[in-house]
Structures are given as C-alpha cells and as structure tokens.
C-alpha cells in the first residue's frame, strides 16, 4: 500500500528519528514503511533472517537462547557504528525497532547465569543508543498476536509457541511501563490492519499529525474501538 507524501512544511516540528516497537506480529514493519513512504524518511529495519540461531530458538528456546541473544547484540552493535558513520541526525529516519530492546529479550529468555554473562558483554561493549524523539509502541493480545504469526506463514515462526508470545508480550508492558527515555504513543492495534486496511492506517497517522502539531506528554494513548475502523 503506496501512501501519498504529506507536506512536511506545515509542521513546526518534526522527529527526526521515529521508533516502532512491539512484540513478533504486532505491525512494526509494515508500519514503519507506510511512515517511510508518507513522510519520506529513510527506513532503518531490523534483520532477523541473517540470525543462524533463531530457526532453533523457536523450536528449543532454552537450547539456543543465548546464542540468538548475543547475536543480536553484536548486530545491534554493528548497526550502531554504522549509523554513526553516517550520521543518524543526517535524514529523518524510522525505525521497526527500539535500540534498547535488546536487554528485554535477554531478560525474557536467558536463564540467570547465560543473563550475568550477557549483561557483562552489553557493559563491555558500552553501547552508546541513540535517542528516538518519538517511539510508537503497538500493542496488542496474546490472541491476536499469535493468530497474526500463524496466518503470515513465515516457515520458522511456524513453531512459535502462544506461552512464548504470552512473555514476550508481558516483557515489553513491563519494559514501557518503565521507559522514559523518549515520548511514547502507546497503540492498541488489535483491530488494526495497517496491512490491508487503509483506513486503519490513516486512523493513526492523524493521531500522528496532531502529535506533531501539538505533543501531549511524555505518554499518550491511540484505543481505536472496532466501529471506528
């Protein structure tokens, strides 16, 4: 779904670097592309496919976790240095996930010893995040999450199991509970299909719009009901 460009100028201020987070099949993707092509920013995405140990996370996540987790690290890493080659601030940018995400995964699946060692490499590594001055949270149930995952068919997702999803999910209420280090939209996007609704898509960018014109604080809230979409 192509969106058409909004005219930037209107706007007195704009974020320059956008996160979207949320857990596997909440949206962030195809969200942060539509925002990409409606504000042309440039897109900055993660890479799950180059992980050679999350196909067997997913089957066995006690086996393979730590592996998964470190690396991601060092990916996050690398994508880090990169952006500051390239200056973060040299274009608008968006993004389908929060730098500081990485030790929320690791808290949610490392066993406590696998934890202390990880925590030990992140302190090492000194991993200096850049700040998003807008992150975009899309929440969602377990349920739905879960329906989302199996329905997309992506072969090693298959194996996913709910009560992962289920942690996940209540890993990243726990970490936005807490999360102060840029304005959060917090969205509910269990009747949200960004994919193939456009008028869902359009529902939040006017939310979007608002904020820009006028922020409301350090935390704000989109609830679409079901007879608004």
Do not use: C
Not at 97 to 119: H, P, Q, V
């Amino acid at each position: 779904m192509q969106k058409e460009t909004i005219d930037l100028k209107q706007f007195n201020k704009l974020p320059k670097f956008i996160a979207v987070e949320g857990p596997i099949g909440a949206g962030k993707t195809t969200l942060t592309r539509l925002l990409a092509d409606s504000f042309s920013y440039d897109t900055f995405l993660e890479q799950p496919s180059e992980n050679p140990f999350l196909p067997d996370f997913y089957v066995n996540p006690s086996q393979a976790a730590l592996g998964t987790q470190l690396f991601f690290l060092f990916q996050r890493v690398k994508q880090i240095q990169e952006l500051k080659q390239d200056d973060i601030f040299s274009s608008n940018k968006v993004s389908d996930f929060l730098l500081d995400k990485d030790k929320l995964f690791a808290k949610a699946t490392l066993s406590a010893e696998e934890l202390k060692l990880y925590e030990q490499i992140y302190d090492y590594l000194s991993i200096d995040l850049p700040t998003p001055d807008l992150v975009i949270y899309l929440q969602a149930e377990t349920k739905t999450l879960y329906e989302r995952v199996m329905h997309r068919g992506i072969e090693m997702e298959k194996t996913i199991n709910f009560d992962y999803l289920e942690l996940l999910n209540e890993t990243y209420k726990e970490f936005f509970f807490d999360y102060n280090r840029s304005p959060v939209l917090i969205v509910n996007s269990d009747y949200l299909d960004f994919q193939t609704h456009e008028n869902d898509y359009n529902l939040l960018l006017e939310k979007l719009l608002d904020y820009f014109n006028k922020p409301e604080g350090s935390k704000m809230y989109f609830n679409p009901s079901p007879t608004l979409i």
